[in-house]
């Protein structure tokens, strides 16, 4: 009897273990989101894949994501991307993809430009998975290089007593009195920064890098979260204010054996 339990135990372990660095899912809703783009438009793969509580920034604000899509014109301009880093959180209900993306006339070989793009997802109760934030920015078009047919995916462990601003909370307490080296304990081989005009970089040493070159340290002031319901993803999004100039940031959080790590932070 003993013995059926621990098996049963093992069993559930396992199972719990295997579905959270299972992103094959989420992984499959953004290549679905891309594939409805090249095949209906840009405007159609929006209003299919956009949650109606999804938000988007616009000229400093934030807005329903939906509507504006819906109040965009057609265009013909073709948006190609694809993963290049996943998660998703144990309990398979949301997850995230960051990756390059590009854009171009129909037929045309030259790009019009080209960056990286951050999608995070929540599967609805119908099984539909939709997004709840999509926050991209830009770099050199001639950088651009297609992503991997794998995309690098993480494993996460849940944290029972985490709320939707656990880490946000205690990494920007340290961040207001020790500046940019309160990166150092948040940081992990998968972390991954996407700013502004710069190519992405991955892993703590590069993410580090980068972040120090940036000239000012810029005030996190968060605008809203969302706490996955296995308490092991989280994502927080709000305004970077530099010298008195708003600009906005996302940052993607993952609980790992070590403790909340940044798995994404966006800057634009």
Known sequence: MQHTYLTAFVFVFMSLRAAAQDASSVIRAERGFAAHAVQHGVK????????????????????????????????????IWG???????????????????????????????????????????????????????????????DPSPNPITVSLTPDPQATANTAEDAFLQKYRTAG????????????????????????????????QRMPLAPDFRPAGSFLSAAKDLALVYGDAVYEGRKAHYLRIWGHTPAGWKILVQVMH
């Open 44 to 79: 159609s793969a929006f209003l299919a894949f956009t949650d109606s509580t999804a938000v988007a920034m616009d000229n400093g604000e934030y807005v329903n994501a939906l509507e504006q899509w819906r109040q965009r014109p057609e265009s013909d301009i073709q948006l």
């Open 83 to 145: 993963p290049q880093f996943a998660g998703a959180s144990g309990d398979g209900a949301s997850g995230f993809t960051t990756g390059p993306y590009y854009m171009k006339h129909p037929g045309a070989d030259t790009l019009l430009l080209a960056g990286q793009y951050t999608t995070f997802w929540v599967r609805r109760p119908s099984g539909d998975w939709k997004y709840l934030i999509d926050f991209g920015i830009r770099f050199p078009k001639r950088l651009y290089a």
């Open 180 to 211: 940019k080296t309160a990166y150092d304990d948040v940081l992990d081989e998968h972390s991954w920064l996407n700013l502004e005009r710069n190519v992405p970089v991955s892993k703590a040493d590069g993410f580090r890098e980068l972040i």
